[in-house]
């Protein structure tokens, strides 16, 4: 079947720490991939996406590569600010042209000052 | 910019009753899905409509029906509310069902409580 696992929050990191949220996935065909981030009170909100093997989805200074050969998109940033506090969903579209898009349980982060 | 709009933003029930959770988005997108939000699982499915006129179940759909109302609509009802349907929903659109890549965009949610 199709899955996404993400590593256990919440992760706490000082201002400036480098970060790593780690996603590994199975799913049928080749499928996209993608992290959603929702800030406080909000929805979510697409942050990146990738969809093929060895793409590179980047924004705000996040990055995720695709990596087909370890099945996964981890997300990292070199530098978070408070402003980064927010809930991380790793998520995919299966590649048999599945309408789902199947969500990750979602990763705290905390960032302070 | 509204995109997509979701009322009521919070909302007790008692066991038993009804009611309608309301989604509208601006985007002229062709497809509206339903999804329930709870701690440590992520978000779950539970209806979609891939155009206008259709709707289908998705992964969590008992206890809960949708109207495609036009293009823009897509409600979502519980007919009769249980504690176990206490969570967070967020309804969200995208342009096409089927498309490779294509983004999601969601409202801010529902808190529903049912006591």
């Known amino acids: 079947g199709n899955s996404v696992t993400q590593m256990e929050g919440p992760v706490t990191l000082s201002e400036e720490a480098f970060l790593t949220i780690n996603c590994t996935y199975t799913a049928t065909g080749y499928p996209s991939l993608f992290w959603y981030v929702q800030y406080p009170g909000e929805g979510l909100q697409l942050l990146l996406k990738a969809t093929k093997a060895d793409d590179k989805g980047s924004n705000k200074g996040f990055e995720a590569t695709y990596r087909k050969e370890t099945t996964s998109f981890h997300l990292e940033k070199g530098s978070v600010q408070v402003s980064d506090s927010a809930v991380y969903f790793c998520?995919?579209?299966?590649?048999?042209?599945?309408?789902?898009?199947?969500f990750g349980s979602g990763t705290r982060l905390l960032v302070r000052p | 910019n509204a995109g997509v709009t979701q009322t009521p933003k919070f909302q007790v029930l008692k066991t038993g009753q009804s009611m309608t959770l309301q989604c509208a988005q601006d985007m002229n997108h062709n497809s509206m899905y339903w999804y329930r939000q709870d701690p440590g699982m992520g978000l779950r499915l539970i209806y979609y409509s891939a155009s206008e006129g259709t709707t289908d179940k998705g992964e969590v759909p008992n206890g809960y029906n949708v109207s495609r109302l036009n293009k823009r609509e897509f409600s979502l009802r519980l007919e009769s509310a249980a504690p176990s349907q206490t969570s967070v929903y967020f309804c969200?659109?995208?342009?096409?069902?089927?498309?490779?890549?294509?983004?999601?965009?969601f409202g801010q949610g529902t808190r529903l409580t049912v006591v």
């Open positions: 998520a995919l579209i299966p590649g048999d042209s599945s309408y789902k898009l199947i």
């Open positions: 969200a659109s995208s342009e096409l069902l089927h498309q490779m890549g294509t983004e999601a965009f």
